[in-house]
């Protein structure tokens, strides 16, 4: 098979590089082994945030002091699997380092702010020329809440980071919490709401769409996996799957939180790790709060969609073969019922998904070292549903060598190995 441009993987990222390259009149394959916006990819059971204010890293200074307690306590909303902290140590000591001071956390939300800061209009836009409307509501505004403004002020660190590069928001209060989603607990007295950000209606389907969108316009996909790269004197000439070679003369690495060893064939070892999400969903025409609420003691976010409502949230490093474990949807079941008391929670549908994640939060976006015409994109941890629209625009950007519509430089792979050395 030949093609001017392989997209390897179907999730938010690929689906969304697919479209900008087809919609370019550009001749595309898409390789993916499973089925697009099916339940194996991330970009299937996330919390459905198109959040351009999710600027902060995960690591935050003094993170550190936590590290005992995410070992000692395996149901957490962090923990470290113990038989699997030999293997994560080197990203998690890189993970405390990229966030040590708040100068550096800064300069991550600058990028991550660049990368993000209009992405529900870029959705917005997306989704109607597939005709997918009706799965983005770019202008739902996000809520976060806490029990009081004292409970706030243990994350204020993050919300200052957030004023400094240009993010909104209006407090509220009890009353005002209680008058905009009656469905929610009264134990939230202090909130704050995000205009700016929308959130998507189910991100499943979203997925699916774009890839439909895409082969309406001429892509063409195969069923299988993708193993490696064929290069003459350093430039790209296909990409070797379970299923044949697809000629090629660029390949777009958007496998995910599986894009490491590719990556690696590709020239850049980037420290990519699994950290492990859950999410319980009540379907149905079910109560439950009307705009996507970050819940701030709890550490979980609830998303009215399309299909019903969804409370996500934990982190686990536990790697990509480990089973899931269940424990932790029952957590976050729990929470839903405490969060939304008039929601029937017993028949909530469960799922675990990895967020593929740099020790520094931000994605690898960006041309490969080692083989001419292979692009990086993956590596987008918790923003890579509302990171995807810019994402996607950027890799066909530069799978086609043109000048990408924001500097791509903070998000180069060899940030990890200037680090290194
Ligand atoms: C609980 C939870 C909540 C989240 N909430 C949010 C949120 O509210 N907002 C947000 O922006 N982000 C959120 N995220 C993060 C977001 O879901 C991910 O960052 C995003 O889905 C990653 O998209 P992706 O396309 O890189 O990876 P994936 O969606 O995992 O897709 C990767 C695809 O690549 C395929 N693949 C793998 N290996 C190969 C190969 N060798 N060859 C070909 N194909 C391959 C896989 O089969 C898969 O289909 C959340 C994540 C979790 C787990």
Redesign the pocket.
């Known amino acids: 098979m030949k093609a001017d441009v392989a997209v ?8 969304q590089t697919a479209v900008q390259l087809v919609e370019g009149g550009l001749d595309v394959v898409l ?4 089925t ?1 916006g ?1 339940d ?12 351009s204010h ?1 600027v902060i890293p995960p690591a935050t200074p003094g993170v550190w002091k936590q590290v005992p307690g995410w070992i000692a306590d395996p149901l957490g909303p962090l923990a470290v699997r113990p038989l699997y902290l030999p293997r994560s140590a080197g990203w998690l000591w890189r993970y405390l380092a990229s966030a040590s001071t708040a100068a550096k956390v800064a300069a991550i939300a600058r990028n991550l702010r660049a990368l993000l800061i209009d992405a529900p209009r870029l959705h917005a836009e997306v989704a109607e020329r597939a005709g997918l409307s009706h799965l983005i509501n770019a202008t739902s505004g996000l809520m976060h809440v806490w029990r009081d403004r004292d409970a706030f002020e243990g994350d204020a660190f993050g919300w200052k980071i957030r004023r400094e590069v240009g993010v909104e928001w209006r407090e509220l209060n009890g009353e005002e919490i209680a008058a905009m989603q009656p469905e929610l607990s009264r134990d939230y007295r202090f909130g704050l709401f995000v205009p700016e950000a929308g ?2 209606r189910n ?1 499943g389907a979203y ?1 699916a769409g774009l890839v439909n969108h895409a082969e309406r316009k001429g892509l063409r996909r195969i069923k ?4 490696g790269f064929t290069q003459s004197g350093g430039r790209l000439t296909g990409v070797r ?1 379970s299923d044949g070679t697809v000629a090629c003369g660029a390949a777009v690495i ?6 490491r ?2 990556a690696a064939l590709a020239g850049d070892k980037v420290p990519l790790e699994s ?5 319980v969903t009540v379907e149905g025409d079910v109560p439950g709060p009307e705009i ?1 609420v970050m819940v701030g003691d709890r550490k979980v ?1 609830v ?1 009215r969609l399309a299909q019903g409502v969804r409370c ?3 982190v686990e490093i536990g790697g990509l073969e480990a089973a899931p474990d269940w424990r932790r949807a029952e957590i976050l079941r729990r929470h839903l019922a405490e969060i939304v008391p008039s929601l029937d929670t017993t028949r909530a549908k469960v ?7 740099t020790p520094d939060g931000m994605p690898v976006i960006g041309a490969a070292s080692g083989i001419g015409g292979v692009i990086h ?12 629209a810019r994402t996607g625009r950027l890799a066909a950007q530069l799978a086609t060598g043109e000048t990408p519509e924001i500097d791509v430089a903070p998000f180069s792979a060899r940030r990890f190995s200037r680090r290194a050395a």
Do not use: D, K
Not at 8 to 15: E, F, K, L, V, W
Not at 254 to 259: D, L, P, Q, T, V
Not at 377 to 388: E, I, K, P, T, Y
């Open positions: 390897i993987g179907a999730g938010a990222i690929g689906a390789i993916e082994p499973g697009a099916a194996h990819a991330a970009s299937y059971g996330n919390a459905a945030w198109l959040s999710s959130h998507c991100p997925v299988a996996r993708a193993l799957t958007a496998a995910g939180a599986r894009s060893p590719l950290e492990r999400g859950y999410h996507p976010i998303t996500a949230g934990q799922w675990m998904g990895h967020r593929p994640s994109a993956f590596g987008h941890g918790h923003v890579g549903l509302v990171g995807s």
